[in-house]
């Protein structure tokens, strides 16, 4: 049997009659065989010990321990009453004997409403897996600690840095499904005891074992690539959301990450080992689907990483782009224009009529009229060839290309007629026209470019399609649901996809030198 498979098989027994809590026994079973503390947040009979004490029946001769804390609870319901023996030899010693010091698996129901004191100690049992009893400081075999609350700590308590060590946190609420619910009440109480063959039991030689093969698991470059992405968002968005994210935290993560490969029997994470980040970052209710949200879409933006860089391959393909239409091709219309010194203008020769029906007159001219008018809608006098102004005559652009232009004159009695016509410049080579006196070496040169970048392109896509379908298997995880494998496949896709729509637009580019 595979160790994934085992682990799967462990899930199942231990989730008996444990309607729509399979998830979370998954997770934090998860945690318990990773070393994780895990937080279990809900509302009072949602089964959150019976979660606890289940995981505990999947390790072969657990010392469990589990206590409801509150507001008078004493040092002495945790870690053991005082010895009396010691006391009379001027020892302060307590007997720790199944207490919290001596239990491998611990469950603490309503965690925040205990006393400084308590949590005090609670802290360094768990970070440093040590427990002060009087002079001496005793090892403490725990394992993992599932704390329960329906509340998160609140602010300014001195609270963070134990809720800081619950790697894992989890929403337990009331069943949801009918079916699931008709099944809980139409059934005896469900049993906290669960019996498991030997070969599926987790002894402890072997939970020590795998602890030391997990540091040996390596993150992929993808999952760097989603944890950098989404530390980013979290400090772009931490106004919105306040969440702070330890780098010890970040660290235990990676460790649950590389849990998470080992027991689906890899070496290397992946994208479904990166899901699980979504349980661990949220601080309270209210950003929990925003967190959940850009953890997803960290996922969702990562395909297959290779050694080619796209975005290098993007910046080149870009620049090329610009070059072969900056080179092969007008950027904006060409006019025919003539220069009197240095400024452009259009030759305009137009016929004018003067006068009144019974006595009109007509007469050509030729007028220079400025280039740079061409984009405005200014009124302005053209030039003779000398570049002297012609007063009589007044134009003006309508902004697309075409001038009206008034000629003003005096007839035999001396009364002003006018006389208005239309000009619109000639153009020589439109915009997006080829140029035909483009170096051939040049347009070779690009379009080997182009080629180039093309071929590199296809090789990223054929690594992309071989390793999927193999990796489609390697996502399957008992840790996560088949639901959201969603999310990675089509992250793989749209890699796919993406690359495709870059192999198309080379081509354009190929065909843009060609033509």
Known sequence: MSLQARITSVIEHISIGMHEREDIIALTFLGALSSQNTFLYGPPGTAKSLISRRIACAFETPNYFEHLMNRFSTPEELFGPVSIKALKEDQYTRKTNKYLPTADFAFLDEIWKSSPAILNTLLTMINEKTFKNGDVVEQTPLKALVAASNETPVENQGLEALYDRFIIRL???PITQKSNFEALINTKPTQAKIELSKKLQVTNSEWQSWLDKINKVTLSPETLLMI???????????????????????QKIAQLLKASAFFNDRKETNHSDALLISHCIWTKEENRELITDIVHQAIKDVGFTSEISLDELDKEKESLDKEINKELFYKSDVYKTEKIGNKKYFVAVLKFTYGEHWNKESSERTLYIPYSKLKTKET????????NEREKFECTFDGHGTCKVIGRDFGSRRYEYHSEVTYTPRVLFHKGDKKDDVNQR??????????????????VLSICEQKTESYKKKLASPFVSKELLDIPLAAIQDQQSSLQLRIKDCERLEALCHD
């Open 171 to 173: 929403i337990v609420g």
């Open 228 to 250: 950098h992405a989404i530390r980013h968002e979290l400090l772009s968005k931490n106004e919105e959301l306040g969440v702070y994210v330890s780098d010890r935290r970040w």
């Open 380 to 387: 302005f006098h053209p030039v003779d060839k000398n570049g």
């Open 442 to 459: 040049l347009i070779s040169s690009l379009e080997e470019s182009v080629a180039d970048i093309r071929k590199s392109l296809i090789n």
